[in-house]
T-cell receptor
C-alpha cells in the first residue's frame, strides 16, 4: 500500500462503546496528526506526534486517547463519546521538524457516527 | 480572529474555463507557508500546491497556480481549463513558523464544474 491509509472507513458506535481508529503511513514520515472535520467548520487539529512523541494536544476531551507506537502507525482510542463527536476523522503525516515547507499528506478518513 | 478566510461557500464554472478560488490569511509571522488542498466526495484531502512567504514567484503545478499577493494577504487558487473531475471541496491552509505543527484551514469552497 502507498500513502496514508485509515481503517475503518465508516464506524457507527453507541455512547457506551469503546473503539479505535487506525492510521498507517507508508511515506517514511516522522510526524503524524489527527484532525476532526465537522460539517461547515474548519478542520480542527487534535493531536500531533513527532518521532512518536506527542507534541500537541489541542484541548481535546479525554474521551479521545491517541497512541503512536512507532512513526508509521497512529491510533485514536474512543470511549464514552457524545453525539456531537460524530464527524470525519482524518489522519495525516509529514516530515517532522515543524518546517513551514512540509506539506501534510492525508488519509481518506473515518466517518464516525455516534448514536 | 480567523487565520484563514474563504468567502465563497460555493462556486460554479463551465468545463474548460478558468476559475479563481479566494483565500485571505492573517498572520504576524514573517515566515509562513500557504497550501491548497482538494477534497473529493471520497473524503481524502489531496495536496495541490504550496507557496512560501519568501517565494518571489507565484507557485504553479500543472493546471493549478497560486496568485500570491503578500501585501493584501491573499493566496487565491486559479484552476485553468476546468475538468469535471475538479468538482470537489477546496481548502486553503496556512502554516506559521511559530507553532509550525499547526496547519490552519479555512472553511472551504465547493467547486462544481458544469459540462
Amino acid at each position: 500500500e502507498t500513502g496514508v491509509t485509515q481503517t475503518p472507513r465508516h464506524l457507527v458506535m453507541g455512547m457506551t462503546n469503546k473503539k479505535s481508529l487506525k492510521c498507517e503511513q507508508h511515506l517514511g514520515h516522522n510526524a503524524m496528526y489527527w484532525y476532526k472535520q465537522s460539517a461547515k467548520k474548519p478542520l480542527e487539529l487534535m493531536f500531533v506526534y513527532n518521532f512518536k512523541e506527542q507534541t500537541e494536544n489541542n484541548s481535546v476531551p479525554s474521551r479521545f486517547s491517541p497512541e503512536c507506537p512507532n512513526s508509521s502507525h497512529l491510533f485514536l482510542h474512543l470511549h464514552t463519546l457524545q453525539p456531537e463527536d460524530s464527524a470525519l476523522y482524518l489522519c495525516a503525516s509529514s516530515q517532522a521538524g515543524g518546517s513551514v515547507f512540509y506539506e501534510q499528506y492525508f488519509g481518506p478518513g473515518t466517518r464516525l457516527t455516534v448514536t | 480572529a480567523q487565520k484563514i478566510t474563504q468567502t465563497q461557500p460555493g462556486m460554479f464554472v463551465q468545463e474548460k474555463e478558468a476559475v479563481t478560488l479566494d483565500c485571505t490569511y492573517d498572520t504576524s509571522d514573517p515566515s509562513y507557508g500557504l497550501f491548497w488542498y482538494k477534497q473529493p466526495s471520497s473524503g481524502e484531502m489531496i495536496f495541490l500546491i504550496y507557496q512560501g512567504s519568501y517565494d518571489q514567484q507565484n507557485a504553479t503545478e500543472g493546471r493549478y497556480s497560486l496568485n500570491f499577493q503578500k501585501a493584501r494577504k491573499s493566496a487565491n487558487l486559479v484552476i485553468s481549463a476546468s475538468q469535471l473531475g475538479d468538482s470537489a471541496m477546496y481548502f486553503c491552509a496556512m502554516r506559521e513558523e511559530t507553532g509550525a505543527n499547526n496547519l490552519f484551514f479555512g472553511t472551504g469552497t465547493r467547486l462544481t464544474v458544469i459540462p
